[in-house]
């Protein structure tokens, strides 16, 4: 008998047409598929979480989050496949290597909020008096269809208009997560069988990303909806500019330059080296006022650099840090590159737009005014 009763499958294939690559596109700073794996894992019912893909980009973002990976054929991989055959697919490959979980729960990694407390939740419901459940959120609305000639209401009378506190609810299926008892479901072969339990879950989860809007909505609702407040990371590489500094610099008469940091970043360095925690310090400017703050804070610098995300590869091999486990904080549009190498993308306060909600994590402080402070307390935080 296996000891592992229930099994997360999150069907993930290379292929998206509205939003190409759209399972390792981020949200927060953390590819969807990675999103996905997280919130399976945290899940306490779950003992096992699997990834069913056809393509290595999505296997090793699913691995590095900590995902079994199955093989998905090509032809359970193109446009018109089920997830169904995908999930029967996994459990098969699953039976080969003796694991026959009672409960399969199937997660959509289009969906980046998915709650985990909801997943345990649908396995309870599973492993009680139901056979299959699914999450959902309560809604009011009035829905109507459109006909030939004019438009009619589906769930009300159009011509008689309740009030909410006199009306049932309705139930939305936000297609983030489905429990079902595995056995039933082989012999069903489709998600909704026998006695299905509805899940409610916050509405602000329900979001599924099926075109780029949705995809540029969910990364800007990230840092309200699951924000992170420890940065659990092993190493921190920052800009310099805009992140030590306030991103101006004052000029002479003689044309030298200038600049402003904050004492209470520099303790934050130090902070961090006491740790044992690397730091290093990679910009763009080639200016003597770089290499002389990096000596003052006796931290690593290279400057002068046009392409940050090799660099930032090279420093990481020789340090021994995976990339996954390094935050970088950044403030500007040269720094996405190294963003997108990282586990942990950090933006300033008063970062660029398009930095801030390419960031994992946004901090409350602006470049030059402790930013880097903030991000150490957090990385030391218990």
């Known amino acids: 008998m296996s000891s592992i009763d229930v099994v997360a499958v999150i069907p993930a294939r290379g292929g998206s047409k509205g939003?190409?690559?759209k399972n390792v596109r981020r949200v927060g700073g953390v590819p969807l598929i990675a999103r996905a794996v997280q919130a399976a894992s945290a899940a306490a019912s779950v003992d096992l979480v699997v990834v069913s893909t056809d393509d290595a980009d999505i296997a090793a973002a699913a691995t590095a989050a900590g995902a079994r990976i199955v093989t998905r054929p090509a032809d359970l991989a193109g446009d018109t496949a089920s997830s169904e055959s995908a999930l029967l697919h996994a459990l098969e490959r699953l039976d080969a290597d003796g694991i026959s979980p009672e409960v399969l729960v199937f997660l959509?990694?289009?969906s980046p909020f998915i709650p985990s407390e909801g997943i345990d939740e649908a396995v309870d419901a599973v492993r009680g008096e139901y056979d299959s459940a699914f999450s959902a959120v309560e809604t009011y609305g009035f829905l109507w269809q459109?006909?030939?000639?004019?438009?009619?209401?589906?769930n009300h009378e159009a011509s008689h208009r309740p009030?909410?506190?006199?009306?049932?609810?309705?139930?939305?299926e936000t297609g983030a997560f489905?429990?079902?008892?595995a056995a039933g479901f082989r012999r069903a072969g489709h998600r909704f069988f026998g006695r299905t339990a509805i899940i409610e879950v916050p509405e602000r989860t329900a979001i599924e990303i099926d075109d780029k809007h949705q995809l540029k909505l969910a990364r800007a609702l990230a840092p309200l909806v699951s924000p992170a407040e420890k940065i659990d990371v092993d190493a921190v590489v920052t800009d310099f500019d805009g992140v030590h500094t306030d991103d101006?610099?004052?000029?002479d008469v003689?044309?030298?330059?200038s600049v402003r940091v904050s004492r209470s970043d520099g303790m934050g360095v130090s902070l961090l080296r006491r740790a044992g925690v690397p730091v290093f310090i990679l910009s763009s400017e080639t200016n003597p006022v770089v290499r002389a703050r990096a000596e003052k804070l006796q931290v690593p610098v290279v400057h002068g650099v046009a392409d940050k995300a090799t660099v930032l590869r090279e420093w990481a091999e020789r340090e021994g840090v995976a990339l996954e486990r390094i935050a970088y904080l950044g403030n500007d549009v040269n720094d996405l590159p190294a963003f997108a190498l990282v586990g942990w993308p950090i933006a300033t306060a008063d970062a660029h737009p398009t930095v801030r909600?390419?960031?994992?994590?946004?901090l409350g402080r602006r470049g030059g005014d402790g930013a880097v402070r903030e991000l150490a307390d957090r990385v030391l935080q218990d």
């Open 19 to 21: 939003v190409p690559r």
């Open 108 to 110: 959509q990694a289009t």
């Open 146 to 154: 459109r006909g030939a000639e004019t438009a009619t209401g589906i």
């Open 163 to 172: 009030r909410r506190q006199d009306r049932e609810p309705h139930y939305l």
């Open 178 to 181: 489905y429990a079902m008892d």
């Open 248 to 251: 101006t610099a004052r000029v």
């Open 254 to 257: 003689d044309g030298r330059e």
């Open 357 to 362: 909600a390419a960031a994992r994590v946004v």
